[in-house]
């Protein structure tokens, strides 16, 4: 069934306000879940509402938090989330950066105490739209296992990176540092549906198919090492960065619902305009996007595209068809929705 987003965007909005969400906060987080399922990310999208509500419900998330700047060293700063919901933390600390690389040519903004915080691109694409290369990288729950072992130790921990074009959309790569993000293995669960080999591990470490066995085990690193290199890194710079939680000791996001995750994330903002003339460097990023895209061709290959290009031409789509949400979803959110006596997402009328 496909919904526009408006539909989408104020069911979600009406979903964290009835769980005491303020209007601006849950704009905020509904605009990151929105935004995901726009760019087919959907194990980042609407799906989520569930187990967001629920963790603010029992008071694991604070539904009104009080963040704030604990170092404020020009383009060095600390945020304090306050148990946050992660997008909430997040946009408070993408702000932070872009205002201040803009004043100082760069800016790191590292944020302690948060939350899952969605999609990482929605945070790169802001800074890039606002003339700025970004990078933002977060730690998630353990999930993953590192080279070598059979047990998660580490999150799917991702990054994103940004670069802003002149007259074009940036250039935007948003990955996880697994073979896939675990919130896919978690649908294909929930659907009863097998996945491809490669991506996991039972729990006695042996290679499965089945997507329920690989919820209770391990999903691999991306390459191997190289993966789970990337996240090791990744939780350097913002887990262990920030004092906040990382490795195997941040709460698992589905199970406890006693303990606050205290996430991490790294954002860094920074305006090439500073180092010299910005229309130098936006001639140098097109130049550089020319040879890319001219580049001789595989066979089978029609058009080479640039990192976030397919999702970028995705979210177009859908702005103008619509949201597909399967069957399993939509009953997911009716059921949160009746819970809080919100309005459920009509069948009928898209």
């Known amino acids: 069934m496909s919904y526009s987003v408006n539909v989408v965007k104020t069911f979600s909005r009406n979903c964290f306000i009835a769980a005491r969400v303020n209007s601006e906060h849950a704009e905020q987080i509904s605009d990151n879940l929105v935004h995901a399922d726009l760019r087919g990310i959907a194990s980042h999208g609407l799906t989520r509402i569930p187990i967001y509500v629920e963790r603010i419900l029992r008071g694991v998330v604070k539904a009104a938090p009080q963040m704030k700047v604990l170092t404020d060293k020009g383009p060095l700063k600390l945020v304090d989330g306050d148990n946050a919901s992660g997008a909430v933390a997040s946009c408070f600390a993408n702000a932070l950066a872009i205002r201040s690389a803009k004043e100082f040519g760069i800016c790191l903004v590292t944020v302690r105490n948060s939350n899952h915080n969605g999609i990482a691109a929605a945070y790169t694409i802001e800074m890039a739209r606002a ?14 296992a590192i080279a070598g072992s059979m047990v998660p130790v580490l999150g799917t921990n991702p990054i994103s990176f940004s670069v802003p074009r002149k007259g074009h959309e940036p250039i935007v790569l948003d990955m996880a540092s ?11 669960a929930k659907r009863g549906d097998p996945i491809p080999e490669g991506w996991a591990l039972d729990s006695e470490g042996q290679p499965t198919t089945d997507s329920v066995a690989a919820e209770k085990g391990v999903i691999l690193p991306f390459s191997g090492v190289k993966g789970s290199g990337m996240a090791l890194m990744v939780d350097m710079f913002s887990g262990v960065l920030a004092n906040s939680l990382f490795g195997a000791l941040i709460p698992n996001l589905y199970s406890n619902f006693t303990d606050p995750q205290r996430i991490g994330h790294f954002f860094l903002a920074i305006d090439p305009h500073a180092l010299e003339d910005g229309a130098a460097f936006e001639d140098r990023v097109e130049t550089f996007v020319g040879m890319i895209k001219s580049a001789k061709r595989a066979a089978g290959v029609d058009e080479i595209l640039l990192p976030g290009e397919p999702e970028m031409r995705l979210e177009a789509r859908r702005r103008v068809e619509g949201i597909t949400l399967p069957p399993n979803v939509i009953a997911d959110l009716n059921e949160t929705a009746k819970s809080l006596g919100v309005p459920p997402l009509d069948r009928t009328k898209p």
């Open 178 to 188: 697994s073979v896939v993000a675990r919130g896919k293995i978690v649908e294909a």
């Open 131 to 144: 003339g700025l290369l970004g990078i933002c990288a977060t730690n998630v729950s353990k999930s993953m």
